[in-house]
């Protein structure tokens, strides 16, 4: 099965940056859809951006034109650059895989692998 690590959450004030990085490993595909979920306390699990195995990428309407999801070379790490940073962002975030996602790609179902998430503060 495909294992996920996710680093680099912290704490940071509105407006500020933060780089988290997710290392896909063990996978049996040669090429893996990874994306990017958060989930807020009392709120549900939701997608912020993706990337498949041709590089397309897809964003939530809420984090279009702040954040940015990009890999490596050897497609088994993920990137999400998040700029601009709000409070309603603060929230644990996940890394999510798979070769093909079984339904939409921003829809917590369509991932079976997972990462144990990575926490996100950010401050007013």
């Known amino acids: 099965r495909v294992q996920l690590v996710e680093s680099g959450g912290g704490s940071v004030q509105a407006g500020g940056s933060l780089r988290l990085a997710c290392v896909a490993s063990?996978?049996?595909?040669?090429?893996?859809?990874m994306a990017w979920f958060r989930q807020a306390p009392g709120k549900e699990r939701e997608g912020v951006a993706a990337?498949?195995?041709?590089?397309?990428?897809y964003y939530a309407d809420s984090v279009k034109s702040r954040f940015t999801i990009s890999q490596d070379n050897a497609k088994t790490t993920v990137y999400l650059q998040m700029n601009s940073l709000k409070p309603e962002d603060t929230a644990m975030y996940y890394c999510?895989?798979?070769?093909?996602?079984?339904?939409?790609?921003?829809?917590?179902?369509?991932?079976?692998?997972w990462g144990q998430g990575t926490q996100v503060t950010v401050s007013s």
């Open positions: 999510a895989a798979d070769e093909q996602p079984w339904g939409s790609w921003d829809n917590p179902l369509s991932f079976p692998y």
């Open positions: 990337i498949d195995t041709g590089g397309n990428t």
């Open positions: 063990e996978s049996p595909y040669s090429s893996i859809w």
